[in-house]
């Protein structure tokens, strides 16, 4: 599996620890969308695209299926969002 593309959209304004959503091409041929970015306790967590259930909780919508394809998938995306950063500093213009 490779992951070609990755896109990243920082979210302004967010009261939470929501810091960007991503986007990632799989394999030139599968897209997943609204993969989230969070900040807790000074570090970046990735959360899989997921939905409100009935019982007030979430649940991923898409995720991978092995412990190694999610590092995998969460080490390129935080790789390229430390990159955006670096590129796209807090600084009032679109990112």
Known sequence: MQIGDIRIRRVRHSDGKLRAVASITIDGCFVVHDIRIFERDGAYLVAMPSRKSSDGGYKDIAHPLNTETREYIQHAI???????????PEDGSEG
Not at 78 to 88: I, R
């Open 78 to 88: 935080l790789e390229s969002f430390e990159t955006f950063l670096k590129e796209h």
